[in-house]
């Protein structure tokens, strides 16, 4: 039960950790004046364009509450997640707020479940202390920038969506996986699993990314023109190759955590 606890948990706590990372890109290009989007309203079948300053305005506000929003939801599913074994009331009651919060119903739904879970397993979770690790943070921080770089450097946007992919993978199998506290079933999988899911993602992202800029150059370069300026010619390349070297330097952190932990078992 704990760690169906703590998956529902941990699918909210992604995903809206991803989505305030998303909005406050977003809104920083909307404040910044790189973007630049256009509002059009009709009314009784006549179409009006709104000013550039009204519609700047206006999609500011709306990526600064999405942002706001999605950054308190993700606080207080860290909180709930760090007192469920010792306030398991209120760990719950912190997942239902904050899942509502969110606004978003993936979130909703995980953190409601999660919250009736815990209210229901309390009594069983008392002494239950989730399993700690000593792998530090520099994995995550190398994932996390190498996913922010390959968003922002246009052409490598399919490396910065694999180091985020591999940042949660890792995240799920820390959480999933507990040595010497498994089925005989999962033990038996458990290794060529995690292994083909970690080298797979990294040598399927890294290919179709190569493909997909191949192809896609031309429009690519149209896009990041858009944004950046004649900069992005500066900075598009060594974001990528930043991006990618950090996401093989973080792929291959995470896969020595997993190989250590299968062989502790």
Sequence with gaps: MIKTIKVTSLIGLI?????????ALFFATSISGLSHSEIQTTVNGETTMQSAETSSLIYNW???VLMAVS?????IGIIALKIMTKKTTMSAVLYIIGGFVSLNLIAIFAWTLCGVLLLKNKEALKGIVIEKNNIGNTWWIILAIAGVLGLLSVHGFLIGFGALIILVLNII??????PKNNTQAFESTAKPTIYASIIGI???LVLINILNGAVLYDDLLDLGLKIYGNIFNVISKPMIICSLILFAIGTYDVFQIQRKR???K
């Design 262 to 264: 299968l062989n502790s």
């Design 71 to 75: 950054i308190i939801s993700f606080i």
């Design 202 to 204: 990294f040598v399927i």
């Design 173 to 178: 199998w820390l959480t999933v996986y507990t």
């Design 15 to 23: 995903l809206e950790g991803f989505l305030s990372l998303m909005f």
């Design 62 to 64: 709306i990526l600064g």
